[in-house]
């Protein structure tokens, strides 16, 4: 499965940005809600975080505290596509932004080590 993050850039505090994941190559026969699908970000100096993560079937997702209220993650299995809506974005939210997958479970992983599959990450920049 490969993966590619795009949708990131510049924006000033208290705006939006909207996130992409468009998933594609060789599933084995499997569809996209096979995987379930998760955000990570990394800022400069830190340690790799999880943001959010939504099940195969979209009917579950978790989200990063951080986060809560102002991000939310969901999913277009037709078009084998993961979204990530940022809205009321702060400086620390500046980061790279990566997605992953990880087949074989409907639950959300929060952590790294479970997904299989890594896009090439999009960097978010948030000025104040």
């Known amino acids: 499965v490969q993966l590619q993050a795009c949708g990131g850039g510049l924006v000033q505090t208290g705006g939006s940005l909207r996130l992409s994941c468009a998933a594609s190559g060789r599933t084995v026969g499997r569809t996209f809600s096979f995987y379930s699908m998760g955000w990570f970000r990394q800022a400069p100096g830190k340690e790799r975080e999880f943001v959010a993560g939504?099940?195969?079937?979209?009917?579950?997702?978790s989200g990063a505290d951080s986060v809560k209220g102002r991000f939310t993650i969901s999913r277009d299995n037709a078009r084998n596509t993961l979204y990530l809506q940022m809205n009321n974005l702060e400086p620390e939210d500046t980061a790279i932004y990566y997605c992953a997958a990880r087949g074989g479970s409907d639950y959300v992983p929060r952590v790294g080590v479970e997904y299989q599959y890594w896009g090439q990450g999009t960097l978010v920049t948030v000025s104040s």
């Open positions: 939504i099940s195969g079937s979209g009917g579950d997702t």
